[in-house]
């Protein structure tokens, strides 16, 4: 059964850091594409980064700031977020797609639960 649970979400100061986790399982990791996606309450969902065999990429609006990564022996993808601004905040999601293209597959079959970030003062 693929899974994907996120974690790591929070409260946090702007100008601070979270990392966020998503762990898989009932897949290999290495054969997917894992993307991180976020909604901001009364907005539409909006893709922020994915991770290929191929790369990694970001929207334009998280670059320098956000940083993707896997660790294929865990099973996991990080999303490292740096300089946080209040219009960060949402809910993340992390989703996994069987794929070995490059850049981001266009859509998701498997998708998380979310996890709460909240920039705030």
């Known amino acids: 059964q693929v899974q994907v649970v996120e974690s790591g979400g929070g409260l946090v100061q702007p100008g601070g850091s979270l990392r966020l986790s998503c762990a898989a399982s009932g897949f290999t990791l290495a054969n997917y594409a894992i993307g991180w996606f976020r909604q901001a309450p009364g907005k539409e969902r909006e893709g922020v980064s994915c991770?290929?065999?191929?790369?990694?990429y970001y929207v334009d609006f998280v670059k320098g700031r956000f940083t993707i990564s896997r660790d294929n022996a865990k099973n996991t993808v990080y999303l490292q977020m740096n300089s946080l601004k209040p219009e960060d905040t949402g809910v993340y999601y992390c989703a996994a797609q069987l794929y070995s293209g490059g850049y981001c597959p266009s859509r998701y079959d498997y998708w998380g639960q979310g996890t709460q970030v909240t920039v705030s003062s």
């Open positions: 991770i290929t065999s191929k790369g990694t």
